[in-house]
């Protein structure tokens, strides 16, 4: 069965201070892989996904990147973390073939 | 492009009442459609989907969900709720290239 980490589990950073939060899936090849944002009170906002190693495709432009090191491994860094960069990150996967999209357990980040 | 509306940010209902949580979507041509459920703290977890073929779709849980074409709508029903329902629910459509576009989602309150 696939199975899908994230860590770390809760952050907390000063403004100005990178970030490397890192995702990882088990049991499957060449996903499909995304990052989504969830501010307090609000829906998924998608950041960023990949449909294999080194294609990166950015929904909405911010101070946030993302790389597809390996197959099955994807990193959102930030070179200096803002206050508005708060929030619930969330990763998810899906099968090329198929619609639905299976999510990590999510990194909490707290900037101050 | 898709969209979804949730109609509903919050739906309080006591134990072993039936709730209803509507969804409606922007019309396409095709339509995959989906209801997640969060928990708080947690990552989404699949409910149920609509690819094609019967209009009311069983998922976990107990919940269940109806097409409506003509209404453009995939409301998810319980006839029966517990406690433990108390989370976040999102619908959401499947988008091309690979993207799913999440309604804002719905407060789910049981109270005893």
Redesign the interface.
């Given at each position: 069965s696939q199975t899908i980490h994230q860590w770390p589990a809760t952050l907390v950073q000063p403004v100005g201070s990178p970030l490397s939060l890192e995702c990882t899936v088990e049991g499957t090849s060449n996903p499909?892989l995304?990052w989504y944002r969830q501010a307090a009170g609000?829906?998924?906002q998608?950041l960023f996904?990949s449909?294999g190693i080194g294609q990166i495709s950015s929904e909405v432009p911010q101070n946030l990147s993302a790389s597809r090191p390996q197959d099955r491994q994807f990193i959102l860094s930030s070179k200096k973390l803002l206050l508005s960069d708060s929030g619930?990150y969330?990763c998810?996967w899906?099968r090329?073939e198929h619609?639905?999209?299976?999510?990590?357990?999510?990194t909490?980040l707290t900037v101050t | 492009a898709q969209s979804v509306t949730q109609l509903d940010s919050q739906v309080p209902v006591f134990e072993e009442a039936p709730v209803e949580l509507r969804c409606n979507y922007s019309s396409s041509v095709s339509v995959y459609l989906f209801w997640y459920v969060q928990y708080p703290n947690q990552g989404l977890q699949l409910l149920l989907k609509y690819l094609s073929g019967s209009t009311l779709v069983k998922g976990i849980n107990g919940f269940e969900a109806e097409f409506n074409k003509s209404q453009t709508s995939f409301h998810l029903r319980k006839p029966s709720v517990h406690i433990s329902d108390t989370a976040e629910y999102f619908c959401a459509v499947y988008n091309q290239g690979g993207k799913l576009i999440f309604g804002q989602g719905t407060e789910l309150s049981v109270k005893p």
């Open positions: 499909n995304y609000r829906g998924l998608l996904y449909v619930f969330l998810a899906s090329g619609y639905e999209q299976y999510f990590g357990p999510g909490r | -």
